[in-house]
Nanobody, 113 residues
Framework: VQLQASGGGSVQPGGSLRLSCVAS????????MGWYRQAPGNEREWVAT???????NYADSVKGRFTISRDLAKNTVYLQMNSLKSEDTAVYYC????????WGKGTLVTVSS
């Protein structure tokens, strides 16, 4: 099972980015997928998750600015990030849970003027 995240980059405050994470080797169709992030010097923190049925949950710090979605046919989960702030700077990791939790390698998001 592999999770490959992409879409990170550098953006100014107030800007937007869309992260993608493609799962291969196994289907997460009926399972939870989500995003975590780790800023320099900090522990990894939960950002958002989406269930197989499409129910979503968000950390308070991103609620109203980030949107998680998934394409079941493509085995892909997305994170649309709007109104980005400098404190959103981090390496973003996607995950999928099928009994075990699988992690992607991460994609760097830098928000700076």
């Amino acid at each position: 099972v592999q999770l490959q995240a992409s879409g990170g980059g550098s953006v100014q405050p107030g800007g937007s980015l869309r992260l993608s994470c493609v799962a291969s080797g196994s289907s997460f169709r009926g399972n939870v997928m989500g995003w975590y992030r780790q800023a320099p010097g900090n522990e990894r923190e939960w950002v958002a998750t989406i269930t197989g049925g499409g129910a979503t949950n968000y950390a308070d710090s991103v609620k109203g600015r980030f949107t998680i979605s998934r394409d079941l046919a493509k085995n892909t989960v997305y994170l649309q990030m709007n109104s980005l702030k400098s404190e959103d700077t981090a390496v973003y990791y996607c995950m999928g849970s099928r009994g075990l939790t699988y992690w992607g390698k991460g994609t760097l998001v830098t928000v700076s003027s």
